[in-house]
């Protein structure tokens, strides 16, 4: 799909293992004119994280000083350590005309939707297939991870709950489906259009997922 030069603001977010992370670096790999909002944070690198290419790895110190100075479009807490999206280097993208993508979850997503900005922003809610699918997921993960699973399992009902914050919702059945279907939805809005999903299936997920 080609696009015009205006750039678009696109936050994906999902409870964790829905397979948000995974979706944005899809879209960026694939589409030139995607640029990926890489967060600071203050927690510890899993075993394939390399620094400034998933993560800005920095301490607690650090992050409140860019908290003092402003430097974040949203900044939060989650399991314990600290996530945030700076400025400057998503005005930059967006001044070249690049689509920015952000994963960040559902506090970030409303912290920016507060924002007066001058970039078209829409936001996605990513939902896993089922329940089983997101605990094989996060037990995937390394150690540590394996360790709180039953905080992040605990997390989900909450997380799922904020859906209806968001302009759109895909569930993650199948992850080349799934990417089209986000593909689909910036092809619309780009286009000035909506992308018309059905409300009541997504509603029968949710009831399904927190039953």
Known sequence: MIFDCTGMMVIVSSPSGAGKTTLVK????????????????????RRDEIEGKDYYFINEEKFNDLIKTKSFYEHA?????????????????????????????WNGSKQMKRLKLKNKLISIFILPPNIKTLRDRLSNRDMKDKLILKERMNQ??????HWKEYDYIVINNDLEKCYQAIMSIIDCEKKGKKFLFDQNKIKEKISELIS
Do not use: A
């Open 77 to 105: 807490r989650v399991f314990n350590n600290l996530y945030g999206t700076l400025k400057d280097p998503v005005i930059k993208h967006l001044s070249h005309g690049k689509d920015v993508l952000f994963d960040i979850d």
């Open 156 to 161: 989900f009902k909450n997380d799922v709950l």
């Open 26 to 45: 899809l879209l960026s790999k694939r589409n030139k004119s995607f640029e990926i909002s890489i967060s600071n944070t203050t927690r510890v690198p």
